[in-house]
């Protein structure tokens, strides 16, 4: 009995620290310091240039949010960034960045990264729904140079199967106002 106790107590003790161990694909987690999960981008996030739907501006510096990733699992070689508008196209849905062949030392991209890697940030008409946004952060087993530029979303999505260590994501959401 006090043998199992001292098992029991044990395993409390221990039971947080084993919890931060950073295999474990469930505690890979992503934060971003420009807006909560859930929370509203702001307008530098937005578009530059005026709408391909309609005659209306973007109103934005086409500025991705900075991202940050903790708990990446053991064996990761490579990080990928997706940014999804599943609202977008009557539902849907759209792509706004892919970002690949991040190196496994990296635990964030800074604010503004997309300008070097395809970000398109959002652009809808003034007083329009608000646009949810999944922002999708992957460890992937695979090493940077396995990705050829240019992959579009599926592309990608396709190339990484069976290589995903583990993902973790945010919600933003985005609603132009009326000037």
Same mark, same amino acid.
């Given at each position: 009995m006090l043998k199992t106790l001292l098992a029991i107590a044990l395993a409390v003790a221990l039971g947080p620290l084993a919890a931060q161990a950073a295999d474990h694909p469930d505690l890979f987690a992503l934060t971003s310091p420009d807006f909560t999960d859930n929370g509203f981008l702001s307008a530098p996030n937005a578009g530059t240039g005026t709408s391909t739907r309609g005659p209306w501006a973007c109103g934005g510096q086409n500025v991705s949010p900075a991202l940050a990733w903790t708990h990446a699992p053991a064996g990761t070689q490579s990080f !990928? @960034? &997706? #940014?999804?508008?599943?609202d977008a196209a009557s539902g849907r849905g759209g792509n706004h960045w892919v970002a690949y062949g991040i190196p496994a030392s %990296? =635990?964030? @991209?800074?604010?503004? !990264?997309?300008? =070097?890697? *395809?970000? /398109? *940030?959002?652009? !809808?008409?003034?007083?329009a729904k608000t646009h949810h946004f999944l922002w999708m952060v992957f460890a992937l087993d695979l090493p940077p140079a !396995?990705? %050829?530029? *240019?992959? =579009?979303?599926?592309?990608? #999505?396709?190339? &990484?199967?069976? /290589?995903s260590l583990a993902e973790a994501s945010l919600v933003s959401r985005y609603q132009p106002r009326s000037k």
């Open positions: !990928a @960034v &997706i #940014m999804d508008d599943p %990296a =635990t964030s @991209v800074p604010r503004d !990264a997309g300008k =070097t890697s *395809g970000y /398109h *940030g959002p652009c !809808a008409e003034p007083d !396995a990705f %050829a530029p *240019g992959l =579009t979303r599926e592309q990608f #999505m396709q190339q &990484i199967s069976g /290589h």
